[in-house]
């Protein structure tokens, strides 16, 4: 049999047999590769005599023809033969309903934090943050507290080291000393946080909310602070007039110092703010005590101003109807489906979580 035959019938038997693409492919390359066996018969022809080489060369390309066409037609049932094998084995069910879109809520104190910083960024005041973990200088020492203060006791403060020099902040006031320290008066910031102290019942957690206040300039005066938190207020319960009382106080970083009370009444079982006399203690708030300004290297003579620290979670509580503090962290998906906030940017098909 001569060479050409000879190919031809290995091939054919070949593609007789079970081929995969990796094994045709191979088959490919041994024929019409760089070295392969029909490529080499081309490359024979030169030295073919002249009567001959005519008849060869159209043998050899009759049976090059025939073989690629066989091996293609064989390549394109080997592809179709895997694809049938892939959709069998994957098959989609396409009248499975669609998954629903799980999107998560925006947490009631996270949404009251975005609330006041936007009812405060308003009248000027920009957002500074401090860091929960504090030295015992800005949370105490640098705002006027004596190291005989009560409020440094263990069962108020966590403190993180046998020297109590570390302590997990217990408010937000230190974020007025960073704030003063790094910057040069005129200040005016809102400092929003988490702040800490060893307490725990239906209205006192041991992680609570903060937001300090802080307004530093040369003629700012207690008629200015009752005008800001006067206009935070009826912003914040979105009411046209309230009821608002200053009771005096004591802070070791103000002088005077007040507690700001709220009016309000219960009607049909829920909170009416600026109706009713019944009060609720909301803030704390004074003038900046002079030992503070001195501490960061403010000229007391020059520059006053007032400080006040309102507790979040009250506010939330108030306004959105939330009666136990604690539910705000116990991570409870199903109170924050009810409670949380939907995020603006909810899209057309969002159907909610109900399912
Ligand atoms: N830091 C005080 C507190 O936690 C609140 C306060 C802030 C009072 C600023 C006066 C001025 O109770």
């Known amino acids: 049999m001569s060479d050409l035959k000879k190919i031809k ?13 990796s ?16 490529t080499n018969q081309f490359k024979k022809i030169g030295s073919i005599s002249d009567s001959e080489k005519k008849k060869y060369a159209s043998e050899l390309n009759i049976i090059k023809d025939e073989l690629q066409t066989l091996i293609n037609l064989k390549i394109s049932e080997i592809e179709i033969l895997e694809v049938n ?14 998954r629903p879109i799980i999107r998560g809520k925006i947490h009631p104190v996270s949404q009251t934090i975005d609330e006041i910083s936007s009812i405060f960024s308003e009248i000027g005041f920009s957002v ?4 929960d973990v504090e ?3 800005n949370n105490f020492t640098a705002l006027n507290t004596p190291d005989y203060h009560p409020a440094r006791d263990m069962h108020d403060t966590f403190y993180l080291d046998e020297k109590k020099q570390k302590l997990l902040r217990t408010h937000t006031s230190p974020v007025q000393i960073r704030t003063m320290i790094k910057g040069k008066p005129p200040f005016k ?11 725990s019942d239906q209205t006192h957690a041991p992680m609570f909310h903060q937001v300090e206040g802080l307004h530093i300039d040369k003629d700012i005066n207690m008629g200015h602070l009752k005008g800001c938190l006067n206009y935070f207020i009826k912003e914040f319960f979105e009411v046209d007039k309230i009821k608002m009382r200053f009771r005096p106080s004591h802070f070791p970083f103000t002088e005077p110092s007040a ?13 009416v703010i600026g109706e009713g006399d019944q009060w609720l203690e909301i803030l704390g708030c004074g003038m900046v005590h002079p030992n503070v300004l001195k501490n960061v290297n403010v ?39 009810h409670f949380g906030f939907d995020p603006l940017d909810v899209p057309t098909n969002y159907r909610g979580l109900s399912r």
């Not at 290995?10 to 081929?19: A, D, G, N």
């Not at 094998?85 to 669609?98: A, F, M, R, S």
């Not at 910031?189 to 307490?199: E, H, K, L, N, V």
């Open 9 to 21: 019938e290995e091939t054919l038997s070949k593609l007789r047999s079970k081929l995969d693409l």
């Open 259 to 271: 507690e700001v009370d709220i009016g309000y009444k219960i009607k049909d079982g829920k909170i």
């Open 85 to 98: 094998e892939k959709l069998q084995k994957e098959k989609i069910d396409v009248t499975l309903p669609e």
């Open 299 to 337: 000229d007391s003579d020059k520059f006053q101003g007032y400080a006040f620290g309102i507790g979040i979670d009250r506010l939330a509580m108030l306004k959105y109807g939330i009666n136990d503090l604690r539910a705000f962290f116990e991570c409870d998906y199903r109170w924050l489906n």
């Open 23 to 38: 094994q045709i492919n191979e088959l490919k390359s041994d024929l019409f590769g760089k070295n392969g066996k029909i």
């Open 135 to 137: 030295n015992e200088y």
């Open 128 to 131: 500074e943050e401090g860091p």
């Open 189 to 199: 910031i809102i400092a929003p946080g988490r702040t800490y102290r060893s307490d």
